[in-house]
């Protein structure tokens, strides 16, 4: 199976994005997690991206805040699929690091998720994934499956209180 | 190959979602459009959804303005990846089909693109469906470096103008 | 008198939609509170509300956050009124719940009420009901009598500090 | 059938509103069109939504742009529902018309629609009153299945059209 | 000398609006401090500002938070100077506070400070007062030239720190 | 009678601001019009509100766009009211102006009125002088009965409609 | 003189961008105008800002929309000064180019000007370069006195006017 | 070498700004801290801009918040370039200080960095006095370098986590 690349752009986000980690290990999917800055090393960045799919990497998860670069500066260097998880920092609610992750110019695309959204971002890598693996698809429908039955149980609860 | 389904809310999206269908085209990919409402037919768009998988597609796009709950809705009743395009339409510049696109709860992505971004859209579907394809993920491999090549060749006219 | 259904997209939004069960048990109309999610349970949300009717239902309150689907998705399966309260939860302050509940497309209205204004979702629902029960409608009046009772006793402490 | 009072703030907010008035006739409903505003005739507007229910108004539509205070004054002066319009006017998208309209204190609801949505509007009034009126919910309905039977002719035009 | 009057939506709103009552004090004008909600006590509020003038007040300065349109209905009964304090409450920052206060219609005008700046609303009405009160207008010189000096021994402070 | 100063940051505002020099004719009071920069003509601005007292001005009317600094500057330099008129110019249609105007720090006021408001602008003067001129204030309460009575004739209109 | 070179994203900038460039040839500078892009050409773009100082350049100015991050990739290369000016595209008014131009995080920092204001993006790298070069400063000085005399000829006109 | 001032226009602000002292200390830079405000001392604002050329100043910090006219109204008295540092005080999270620093009139440049983004106003005071001191240069560079290696040491941290 392809792995998926976790990078944030600062180890500050880790509380965030340890979700996508989790999610990501929760469906047995095999991943690294990377710390790479498009401002503060981004040779790195660039290369990593650039040799991404013959390292075996298939997807990208990019975490950051603020003027959030890091997403497209990966999605640049790379024909593969890039994620882009917009951190909430600073004092704008991650509204700068939504509209700089989401906005990317014809031609070089970005998959955001919202606001600090991991969960998700890890769940639409092992989607994209699973279009080859039907075993990781069949895992999905099974996850979904589990969460419908949490929001029912949850229902049951609620009717019999009134 | 897996085919892609371009679904809009509206036919007055159209003219917008035009390109995204044009850049599958350019690329060779199968694909159906489709106009589907979350609000006005919501239970073909949920049936299209759950039998997308056997009926041979492998992604979603959906394109919808305002409230844009059409991306949601589909990605309600699949777990193939569903990319979202939020339409400009109303006063609002599209902040709040942007906001209804992507602020989804944990365990349902979408993956959205910029505001009236469909050809990011539709290169965003042949990234996924290239991870199986070899020869669609060559073709995007030369489309991007043509896209460079175009920029540098207007880097030529102005380097000479002044 | 028809019911009211207080549905919430999360259990999380309880504390906040409480107050809308209290005021209608405040005012003696029954109503039942239910947990359905737009994305985790659409097909329980639309068939409830397709039968909502049928079982004696009036009105819906549903509440939901970040890219609030409920009210929509409730409104895309009935001709009942929906009462849309916009949960403010994540980073953006409600805003893209209020956006996502209220600017819905020509044809399926939603009522939507202020950020986390559960009280005035549930004076809401009373007044519609209340146009074919005279004394609900005695109640609703009364109600309002008293909270302007209540704002002259606290001008005479202010009119007397100075 | 109880009528409805379709309120504007400006004779300029006709061309948005009229929409509400075609909507109420298509639907047989009775209703009066009137022009008050919340600041330069407050007294009339005041007494008017005072006595609505006496001179045989069910609900009222209030339309208002910028410092959209209108539907709020009426809700001051009357427990029948308020519907508010918000109108885009001005250079902010009517941004300030909906914070104006919706964000209503404890106590004094308005039911507010998206921005220049004079439809909805009208359907939500229709909604409201059919509860006590079979024969417009089943108006409702048919209006419904007819907006569904467009979108599904679209969808055919657009489904053989690649 | 003409008295002015504080006006609150409601009491909660005191700990912001209490500076302006202290400003006041300070500057020895004569005032009242009033609670009255546009909302729900609305014909109290149009009668005291239609009254105002003869019952010896000059200036309102009027407090209200998210669809804040106390100002805007005291200037509607009155065409004294009416100031506006939009109140950051709810979730918005005071943006619905501040764009309900201060967009009103041409020919009503409110004379808006800056949110919760109670303080800014006290001088403001000392101004208006101060036109013709010339020992009021001689203290608000002096309250300025104090505030530089407060600023000025501050900036001694810094200056000796590197 | 005290002189109103209008001031324009750039001559580009005037196709705004004359309406504010209109109102005041149609008022009878005397003002003067004048272009003054806080940016490009800083001192000429500050010298002229030092000595505006003293030159039988009562009230400032400051109109400016974008980083709107000038209603702030003049208030810097004098006690005397000043009301601001942000203007909208540039892509933000005017929230940068209108935050530049209204949210001055503790100590220096400004009043502010809604965005492109210059007739308001005016009144706002117009009600501040009229604090010492009884005829003046007379024909205010003229305006605001002639402005009624528009909006009674129109509200005619559409009831006879339907 | 150290060159200044002004980097577009696209050259549908240009009409904004120009005025940059003529501000610099009106003000005698030697500067070089570029197209490269931080996404289509990020390779060209990163080998530009890191050779930049030894080719001769001093300052950069760079100009981008929507998910800005030109300025940035530029800055992320090199130690000179970058200047960012965030151009107005799509349907944000430019909010998006200001955000992710002017976001960065600690350590790498760009130069922000306002929604495309590119003459004060010469402007500065101007001001920049004639700190070692007292001719341009002089240019400077004469170009601030020759601003104030035109807005003082402006200024002569109104206050004849009334 | 010339010294960088670094102005805000309250000690309150100071939190936030130290790290712009504490970042030209670490590079070894002059410079002095100052306290002056737009509004309570313009006059020694305008007259220290005035002189701070010939008093060896060759760069201008400005920090303040709300309507933050500080750096403008340095920059209006001065042809040496101004750096602002929007300051997040109050309820908006720093978006009008940030527009009120950075939406200035073409003619009167300021350099803004983001919200509350200290150390980037110093580094880019360095960058600027840099382009004349090549062992200033020489220490950014440093700097730089030394940012790059803690990230690839966080890096290694990560990539053997999982």
């Given at each position: 199976?392809?792995?998926?690349?976790i990078?944030?752009?600062?180890d500050?986000?880790w509380?965030?994005?340890k979700?996508?980690?989790d999610?990501l290990?929760?469906?047995?999917?095999p991943?690294?997690?990377r710390?790479?800055s498009?401002?503060r090393?981004?040779?790195?960045?660039?290369?990593?991206a650039?040799r991404?799919a013959?390292?075996?990497?298939?997807?990208?998860?990019?975490?950051?805040?603020m003027?959030?670069?890091?997403?497209?500066a990966?999605?640049a260097?790379?024909?593969?699929?890039?994620i882009?998880?917009?951190?909430?920092?600073g004092s704008l609610g991650g509204?700068d690091?939504?509209?700089s992750t989401?906005?990317m110019?014809?031609?070089?695309?970005?998959?955001?998720?919202?606001?600090?959204?991991?969960?998700?971002?890890?769940?639409l890598?092992?989607?994209?994934?699973a279009?080859?693996e039907?075993e990781?698809a069949?895992?999905l429908?099974?996850m979904r499956?589990?969460?419908?039955?949490?929001?029912?149980?949850k229902?049951?609860?609620?009717?019999?209180?009134y």
């Amino acid at each position: 199976m392809k792995k998926t690349a976790i990078i944030m752009g600062s180890d500050s986000d880790w509380n965030v994005v340890k979700k996508a980690a989790d999610t990501l290990e929760e469906l047995g999917m095999p991943f690294e997690v990377r710390i790479m800055s498009a401002h503060r090393t981004p040779a790195e960045a660039a290369e990593f991206a650039g040799r991404a799919a013959e390292n075996g990497f298939g997807v990208f998860i990019c975490a950051a805040g603020m003027a959030a670069h890091l997403a497209g500066a990966i999605a640049a260097n790379t024909t593969l699929p890039v994620i882009g998880i917009p951190i909430a920092s600073g004092s704008l609610g991650g509204m700068d690091a939504l509209l700089s992750t989401i906005q990317m110019p014809p031609g070089i695309p970005v998959a955001s998720v919202g606001i600090n959204c991991a969960k998700n971002a890890a769940l639409l890598a092992a989607q994209m994934i699973a279009l080859g693996e039907p075993e990781l698809a069949q895992k999905l429908c099974e996850m979904r499956k589990s969460m419908a039955d949490t929001v029912r149980s949850k229902d049951e609860q609620f009717r019999n209180m009134y």
